[in-house]
């Protein structure tokens, strides 16, 4: 079993830095417009010689009530009538996907984003689904990985018995912090009740995983009344844990000016907030995983992680990162072999395009060779804690030491840091350093010093 995490304040306000996470590299903020519909379907056919396996991302990006703290791609609005036109598009860009495809492709992954993807009705979420078991590969036998985001103030006994009955095994719920006053300063009230209800239906409907997501850092958030949230939500047993930094960029997202900057918890409480969620979940029983996420030790997650063969793509932390990942909706992002592409960003351009029959694939990237080596390494090091100098040799065919050599001396600052045990043969993350993984990864980045850190959240 890995070691459990040591919490080091001294190292952690050095090493805090604004940095990626790492979902993918290079990220998106790399991505341009050079990339478009001809690299996608040139993918497409190579993934279909191939006969890869699939995971699928759907962006459903309706919300109908604002959370001031949201940075996601969404639209808020009451009508729900305004997802009938993008569910149309949505069908449109599944056919014309899927047609470049191998119908012996199975669809191991699957996942429903958002937005609220329950703010479509249960006639809207029958037929969508419908439309993609006949154009994919989805598996009938329950063993896929097919999740979904669920809003309790959206959902109730009827609606986790229709996403059951449509093959969804996974849910991902999001309660950010239970206490009344935080709350109302982000707009999201949403009772303990609310949640655990739609928590006791997944359970008797035998949902093979339950994720809760929490944020801290929010306004109005003490370490007193966040670990009272932490505490309730230990109660509820989910087998999996997201606890998410907010990080607090105005000038980038509309809605967060609504919050009043001066009631957010200084540096010293949000790192005291961290502090005590790792000490409470960890009595719990759940093991670290890295880059904000914990589970349960018998949780597929855990056990990937044992076995050193957890993997990170843009559904963050996965089972399934041998498979090509297609992103269908508006904004949604496709990994496939060596191409990201994303479609665009903007509502009504994505509907505009995919009504004249066209993708919306509005920017992207291929990987060079280079990018492959160090996406590699990071992968090592953000999944494993650890990485095998001689394994990258191997793959790759270069010499570690002589590739990263202008690297070597930050990796040897870190060491002395305790962050990291370095040798000839392999670098570890020791437990002090393993809250500040991101960090180590940030070494390796080639295009961090051209990028604009204030794009990113902060380590910690």
Not at 65 to 89: M, S
Not at 106 to 125: A, I, M, N, R, W
Not at 351 to 370: E, K, P, W, Y
Not at 416 to 434: C, H, M, Q, T, Y
């Amino acid at each position: 079993m890995l070691d459990a995490i040591r919490w080091d304040t001294d190292l952690i306000r050095r090493y805090d830095l604004a940095g990626p996470r790492y979902t993918s590299y290079p990220t998106a903020v790399q991505f341009h417009s050079q990339v478009g519909t001809f690299d996608l379907l040139h993918a497409l056919r190579e993934s279909r010689k191939a006969l890869r396996p699939l995971s699928l991302y759907v962006h459903v990006p309706f919300c109908a009530n604002i959370c001031y703290y949201c940075a996601c791609n969404k639209v808020i609005t009451k009508d729900r009538g305004r997802a009938l036109p993008y569910l149309q598009r949505l069908e449109q860009e599944i056919q014309l996907i899927a047609c470049h495809l191998d119908p012996g492709q199975k669809v191991e992954q699957l996942h429903f984003g958002g937005g609220t993807p329950t703010f479509l009705s249960h006639d809207e979420l029958r037929q969508l689904m419908g439309h993609l078991r006949q154009h994919f590969n989805l598996l009938d036998d329950d063993s896929g990985d097919y999740g979904i985001e669920i809003d309790p103030r959206e959902a109730d006994w009827s609606t986790m018995g229709l996403l059951r009955e449509l093959g969804f095994n996974r849910v991902s719920i999001g309660l950010q912090d239970l206490d009344p006053a935080v709350q109302r300063a982000v707009n999201r009230l949403q009772s303990l009740e609310e949640t655990r209800a739609v928590i006791e239906a997944a359970r008797t409907l035998q949902f093979r995983s339950i994720n809760i997501d929490l944020i801290y850092g929010l306004p109005k958030q003490t370490p007193d009344n966040f670990a009272r949230t932490v505490e309730e939500v230990i109660n509820l047993q989910p087998d999996r844990l997201s606890v998410f930094n907010y990080a607090h960029l105005p000038e980038r997202f509309m809605p967060q000016r609504r919050i009043n900057s001066h009631e957010l918890p200084a540096p010293a409480e949000k790192l005291q907030m961290l502090q005590r969620t790792i000490e409470q979940l960890t009595a719990a029983g759940y093991r670290y995983i890295g880059m904000d996420h914990f589970a349960l030790p018998d949780d597929e997650l855990a056990i990937a992680q044992e076995e050193s063969t957890l993997q990170r793509n843009f559904q963050g932390y996965t089972t399934h990162g041998h498979c090509d990942l297609i992103g269908l909706g508006v904004s949604a992002i496709s990994q496939i072999g060596d191409l990201y592409c994303q479609n665009s960003s903007d509502l009504t351009q994505y509907q505009n395009l995919l009504g004249g029959a066209q993708l919306a694939t509005s920017r992207g990237l291929v990987c060079n060779q280079d990018d492959r080596v160090r996406r590699e390494v990071i992968q090592q090091l953000i999944c494993n804690f650890s990485l095998d100098f001689e394994a990258i040799e191997q793959q790759f065919n270069i010499d570690f030491r002589g590739y990263f050599g202008e690297l070597w001396p930050q990796l040897q600052a870190m060491a002395e840091d305790g962050l990291i045990k370095l040798s000839n043969e392999n670098i570890e993350v020791l437990p002090a350093g393993r809250l500040l993984v991101r960090s180590v990864c940030m070494v390796f980045d080639a295009y961090l010093e051209q990028q604009n850190r204030q794009r990113f959240s902060r380590v910690i």
